[in-house]
Nanobody, 126 residues
């Protein structure tokens, strides 16, 4: 499964960006879709995720400013980022887990996948 992320860029403090991440391949189901970020010299952190119950969970520092959403028909996850701050500057990575299908000798088989996007740079600066 390949993930194609887009939407990063340079924005002034207080501005907004919307990240997108589209998964492609023989996807049968998706169990998890997340956004992580890593700032220079810092550990990576989970920014937003869907819980197993279908709810959302956010890093404390982005609550109320970021919104994760998904389009199941398009196998795409989004991250709407509002009121951006300089401390949000980082490379943002999407992460998707699920199952892919294949027919082998007439038998329908599922295989788990765990894929990461290539990362998209978000820079918040005046």
């Amino acid at each position: 499964v390949q993930l194609q992320a887009s939407g990063g860029g340079l924005v002034q403090p207080g501005g907004s960006l919307r990240l997108s991440c589209a998964a492609s391949g023989k996807i049968f189901s998706i169990n998890a879709m997340d956004w992580y970020r890593q700032a220079p010299g810092k550990q990576g952190e989970l920014v937003a995720t869907f819980t197993s119950g279908g709810n959302t969970n956010y890093l404390d520092s982005v609550k109320g400013r970021f919104t994760i959403s998904r389009d199941n028909a398009k196998n795409t996850v989004y991250l709407q980022m509002n009121s951006l701050k300089p401390e949000d500057t980082a490379v943002y990575y999407c992460h998707v887990k699920g199952d892919v299908y294949e027919v082998v000798l007439g038998i329908f088989e599922l295989t788990a996948f765990d894929s990461w996007g290539q990362g998209t740079q978000v820079t918040v600066s005046s």
